[in-house]
């Protein structure tokens, strides 16, 4: 059984920084491309970024490009996205997925960035 266990978030002022992290299981999470989304109130889920299985290659959103790093350690079936200068408008529930085949959705966790 896949689970994505979230975790990492809370309340942060606009310029800080945040480590989420992601357990995952019940998959081969070494041989999966992974991926971070997130949703704000009243609005739709949306990628942020995504990294190939082996680490090589990332891709981002525009709004977070050079601010967010995604990152895995295979050894602790664990995703990683590092969130820095965060503004106002990064203020989400985020969650991870593998980027194809999605699983069911994580509780995930929640990113309040406000002074």
């Known amino acids: 059984q896949v689970q994505l266990v979230e975790s990492g978030g809370g309340l942060v002022q606009p310029g800080g920084s945040l480590r989420l992290s992601c357990a995952a299981s019940?998959?081969?999470?070494?041989?999966?491309?992974m991926g971070w989304y997130r949703q704000a109130p009243g609005k739709e889920r949306e990628f942020v970024s995504t990294i190939t299985s082996t680490g090589t290659f990332t891709n981002y959103a525009e709004s977070v490009k050079g601010r967010f790093t995604i990152s895995r350690d295979i050894t602790q079936s664990t995703l990683f996205l590092q969130v820095s200068s965060l503004k106002v408008e990064d203020t989400a529930t985020y969650y991870c997925n593998r980027r194809f085949g999605r699983a069911a959705w994580g509780q995930g966790t929640q990113v309040t960035v406000s002074s």
């Open positions: 019940g998959f081969s999470f070494s041989r999966t491309d």
